[in-house]
Nanobody, 113 residues
Framework: QVQLVESGGGLVQPGESLRLSCKAS????????WGWCRQAPGNQRELVAR?????SYGDSVKGRFTISRDNAKNTVYLQMNSLKPEDSAVYYC?????????WGQGTQVTVSS
């Protein structure tokens, strides 16, 4: 079993940056892919970034967001630059194994002037 805890969300103005963190614990060795998704009110959950043997991003964040991982700290990051109001959502970290996907509790990001 894998436990994921996100942090780093908050209220920022358009154009500013935030870095989200996802601290993992438990059976991390089972995880072959890490990712971030987001969900705004009334919308479906959407992929933001995924890191495995390759890295992929949602079209709306390409060039602005960067996913990375620090193996020594068991932490996955999402660096978000040039934030826009439409980036406002609850951001969830996830870890994929062969049998299941583990999710964190989410962290709120609000971009507003």
């Amino acid at each position: 079993q894998v436990q994921l805890v996100e942090s780093g969300g908050g209220l920022v103005q358009p154009g500013e940056s935030l870095r989200l963190s996802c601290k993992a614990s438990g059976s991390i060795f089972r995880i072959y892919a890490w990712g971030w998704c987001r969900q705004a009110p009334g919308n479906q959950r959407e992929l933001v970034a995924r890191l495995s043997s390759t890295i992929s991003y949602g079209d709306s964040v390409k060039g602005r967001f960067t996913i990375s991982r620090d193996n020594a700290k068991n932490t996955v990051y999402l660096q978000m630059n040039s934030l826009k109001p439409e980036d406002s959502a609850v951001y969830y970290c996830n870890g994929e194994s062969l049998t299941t996907t583990s999710w964190g509790q989410g962290t709120q990001v609000t971009v507003s002037s």
